[in-house]
């Protein structure tokens, strides 16, 4: 069977973490990405946060995987020239470096476009022309510009930021789509095109539901947040959903700092959860029957759920709710993700061995495609591929030997 993106080549000069996790995705659907670092370094993420000395580091590893590596000086004449040829043969080209970083190596946009007219160059940024163009931009200062930390955590708390890397892998998972939809136009017009995708307007994306509780302020209170009292911004609100649905984490046995479960309760959830936590009762009150009359009383419903979740494991409150089809979810650990025997069934968590540090887990592809399966491999050694990509491009042996004692390589 093929992939989906077979045939399509992907020049990824990215690094760290938002342009590799983009190149990724591609290199699973099939793409051949060839990854564009620099010699006797590469990506500074295969030295960064190593648990193994020497090795490359698991920040490398599990943003790398299926692509080939090459090095390349590209200060070097010869270097910008070898590039030149690479960039003539492939279909996108990937970077997120600071702003005009590429055209200092000589090759702007319009060079790009003149070597190959049907090049998709697709650029991350930190922020969209304008007042912070120039500004760096990492994770947390996505998150912190982009609306999610204001809107995160607990109302007399801190701004928090969320584990989940919404700034770094967010934003490129937003550029596939671009590059995606940059390709189907290729196919109409036959010509590439200028893409790029700010950090700050990813994060701000997967804010939206925030922009529209700040419009609906004006109006009134957020009857849904647990919030006593409201200003003329979104409060954070802890765990309350923030929808039509309230939903809190209440604490399970035996009392671990992730022995919790969300639950939420909807309309026709209350009467199993009131017989459940052994209070039928409260099913035909008129006091608790209705949301309109729990909603005023959120902290106390919670209370009372979590008298009955706290005397039962996570596991059991969740077998128990979800066959009484309320909608729930135990807080999983990292630990209890990477040993979940599910996740691995399905290739949410992969096995890969490495020839230096030998078998590691890391996420597999998100994106299921019935007709193009993935198979996780491991990400390249730096600069493994160089006589096999240079070769391509019709460079001999004895070329090569001359580009690595040069350093061009």
Not at 87 to 96: A, F, I
Not at 323 to 347: F, H, R
């Amino acid at each position: 069977m093929g992939k989906a993106l077979e045939g399509v080549r992907v020049l990824d000069m990215t690094h760290v973490q938002s342009g590799p996790s983009s190149t990724q995705l591609l290199a699973w659907l099939g793409a051949d990405v060839i990854k564009l670092e620099t010699p006797g370094r590469g990506d500074i993420t295969r030295g960064q946060l190593r648990d193994i000395p020497d090795v490359d580091s698991l920040y490398f590893t599990m943003l790398n995987a299926n692509k080939r590596s090459i090095t390349l000086n590209m200060k070097s004449e010869e270097g910008a020239k070898i590039f030149g040829r690479l960039v003539s043969g492939v279909d996108v080209l990937v970077e997120n470096f600071g702003p005009g970083v590429i055209d200092r190596f000589g090759f702007t946009w319009e060079r790009l476009s003149e070597l190959n007219p049907r090049l998709v160059y697709a650029s991350i940024k930190g922020f969209g022309p304008g007042r912070y163009a120039d500004f760096k931009a990492y994770e947390v200062i996505a998150q912190a510009m982009g609306g999610s930390m204001s809107t995160t955590g607990f109302e007399e708390g801190p701004p928090t930021a969320t584990g989940a890397q919404i700034g770094d892998s967010g934003t490129g998972i937003h550029l596939v789509a671009a590059i995606l939809a940059a390709l189907y136009q290729r196919t109409n017009t036959g010509r590439g095109q200028r893409v790029q995708v700010a950090m700050q307007d990813a994060v701000l994306n997967l804010c939206r539901v925030k922009l529209r509780d700040q419009q609906r302020l004006a109006r009134g209170p957020l009857g849904e947040y647990p919030n006593e009292s409201f200003g003329d911004e979104v409060p954070r609100s802890g765990n309350a959903s923030g929808g039509g649905q309230p939903g809190w984490a209440v604490r399970c046995a035996p009392g671990g700092p992730n022995d919790y479960i969300y639950v939420i309760i909807q309309p026709p959830g209350w009467r199993p959860i009131a017989e459940l936590i052994g209070k039928p009762e409260l099913a035909d009150d008129p006091q608790w029957a209705t949301p309109e009359a729990r909603l005023s009383k959120l902290d106390k419903v919670f209370a009372m759920i979590e008298d009955w979740t706290s005397g039962l494991s996570k596991w059991d409150v969740m077998e128990q709710l979800n066959a009484a089809n309320v909608p729930c979810g135990p807080i999983l650990s990292t630990k209890e993700l990477i040993e979940d025997e599910t996740l691995a069934e399905l290739g949410s968590v992969v096995e890969v061995q490495h020839p230096d540090r030998g078998a590691y887990k890391t996420v597999g592809c998100p994106l299921k495609l019935s007709d193009s399966p993935v198979e996780i491999t491991r990400s390249p050694l730096l600069g493994e591929h160089n006589a096999e990509v240079l070769g391509e491009l019709g460079y001999d042996p004895t070329e090569l030997q001359r580009l690595r004692a040069a350093g061009v390589i």
